[in-house]
């Protein structure tokens, strides 16, 4: 059997099972799994946002901006370049936080836009029926 390293390190102990129902062996593996948490994976730029001319934008006007409000401040070049890159990363999450709440709201008006009809014509129906129902008694 082909694994990762990663699993590879948590292989206890394997063993292969009688044919039950087919041609192949089933693997019996036993694993030790670490109880802590998984890991959160590295933040990545997602590209699409630097096609984004809004973003590019306000990017641009925020960098300067940063590096006045900490200009001054003694920090090694380490931390004050690892500062930057929270600035960046934040400015990139809020940005991606809005698009993904605009979506929201389009996706939401669309889905109300298409149900209106339905519920204008439920609603004539419905009062087309009382209409009837009133004529029947009365007729």
Not at 15 to 28: A, I, K, Q, T, V
Not at 62 to 75: C, S, V
């Amino acid at each position: 059997m082909l694994c990762t390293q990663n699993l590879a390190s948590v292989i206890i102990d394997t063993d292969y099972l009688g044919r039950s129902h087919s041609d192949h062996n089933p693997l019996l593996m036993q694993l030790s799994w670490d109880s802590s948490p998984p890991a959160v994976p590295p933040w990545r730029l997602r590209p699409e946002l630097l096609e984004d001319a809004a973003f590019r934008a306000s990017l641009s006007a925020a960098i300067p901006e940063y590096f006045e409000h900490n200009d001054g401040m003694d920090l090694s070049g380490v931390l004050e370049w690892d500062a930057f890159k929270v600035f960046i990363r934040g400015h990139c999450l809020g940005t991606q936080c809005d698009l993904r709440r605009s979506i929201e709201r389009d996706l939401a008006r669309v889905e109300r836009d298409m149900l209106r009809p339905e519920r204008e014509v439920a609603g004539s129906l419905a009062e087309e029926s009382m209409l009837s129902a009133a004529r029947a008694e009365h007729l």
